[in-house]
């Protein structure tokens, strides 16, 4: 049996973009992907309006927590997708990285995010179907 690919989504406050992201990651790939999120320096709590946002797409991301990332969260994993989280995400040479580009939901009403959520979703698809094919 072949490993299954490992991603990990990080931003700053790990309570928007990697959440939605993950979020995507593990609903679109019927648990074919090992996914991980954290943030460089969590929220306390979810964006209210990105739970709202997923929602809308008939995901429920009421239970998930921002955690902080460790070095073993990217060790594990095959691929890293940063975004906004800049220098403060650990480097492992061998390890693939990019860096999306999505504005910060945080500053962000829920009409933006929900482009927010459509472009995430949109770069989700695209990652697993190379990771996947």
């Known amino acids: 049996m072949t490993k299954k690919p490992a991603v990990m989504f990080v931003c700053v406050h790990n309570a928007g973009r990697s959440q939605m992201a ?3 990651a593990r609903h679109l790939s019927n648990g074919e992907v090992d996914v991980r999120s954290a943030g460089s320096a969590p929220a306390d709590q979810l964006n209210p309006d ?3 946002a ?21 060790r594990v994993s095959d691929v890293v997708i940063t975004m906004g989280c800049g220098d403060t995400c650990p480097f492992f040479p061998g390890k693939r990285y990019e860096d ?14 929900r482009g927010i959520r459509d ?3 949109e ?8 990771l996947l094919s």
């Open 22 to 24: 993950a979020a995507y």
């Open 50 to 52: 990105v739970v709202v």
């Open 54 to 74: 997923m929602r809308e797409e008939g995901i429920d991301i009421t239970s998930h927590r921002p955690r902080i990332l460790t070095e073993d969260d990217i």
């Open 100 to 113: 999306w580009k999505f504005a910060d939901p945080a500053v962000s009403d829920l009409d933006s995010i």
């Open 119 to 121: 472009g995430i979703k």
């Open 123 to 130: 770069r989700v698809r695209d990652l697993l179907n190379e």
